[in-house]
């Protein structure tokens, strides 16, 4: 029987360290694919993906037109949002609204900046006008929001009355709220 001098570990398994050599010149990396190397990049246009339109134009009504084109922007894009009206807004509620439209588009991979221009509307500015169709859907998605207008074009969710139907009714409401009396006994007092 031989015995040898050397120590034995009385430690469990779990709690004995391992050593990790830093000589890894043997080691090959080539787990990073191209999507890797490429991601956060601005992806650039090749022109070998040209789609050019379609040649029957004639035979497309307007509204089919301009979203085709809506499609095929690549420039930068800004446009409006409205808010749903009725209620009161600090600044502060649309900063925040604003702030975060920007950081849920940008989570998604769109890069564009609302800012808050009123009480009821907030502005956006894109810097790639192909993600134009994907920012539509998601503000007409808001609860906060009423219509978006990019460019000539107003967008609301299907069955909304025009803006100015509603603000015309929010008129009526008001004069109507204005010329019924107050029966509480107090007069109205003027700031």
């Keep these: ?17 391992i050593h990790i050599t830093d000589d890894l010149d043997d080691v090959i990396d080539d787990e990073e694919d191209e999507a890797w190397k490429n991601w956060g990049k601005t992806p650039k246009l090749s022109e070998d993906k040209f789609d050019p339109p379609p040649s029957d134009l004639d035979k497309m009504n307007m509204q089919e037109i301009q979203e085709m084109m809506s499609t095929r922007n690549f420039g930068p894009v800004f446009g409006f949002v409205k808010l749903r009206l009725g209620e009161r807004r600090a600044p502060d509620v649309v900063a925040e609204i604003a702030m975060k439209w ?42 906060e929001a009423y ?45």
């Design 102 to 143: 920007t950081k849920i588009m940008k989570t998604g991979g769109i890069r564009v900046q609302f800012t808050g221009v009123d009480s009821s509307t907030i502005m956006f500015s894109m810097d790639q006008g192909r993600d134009t169709m994907e920012l539509k859907e998601f503000i007409l998605k808001e609860p």
């Design 1 to 17: 029987m031989m015995h040898t001098n050397a120590p034995i570990s009385t430690a469990p398994l779990w709690k004995r360290s």
């Design 147 to 191: 219509e978006i207008k990019i460019g000539d074009q107003v967008f609301r969710r299907p069955g909304d009355p025009p803006l100015e139907a509603v603000i015309e009714k929010l008129l009526r409401e008001k004069d109507k709220a204005d010329d019924t009396p107050e029966d509480d006994g107090r007069q109205k007092e003027e700031l």
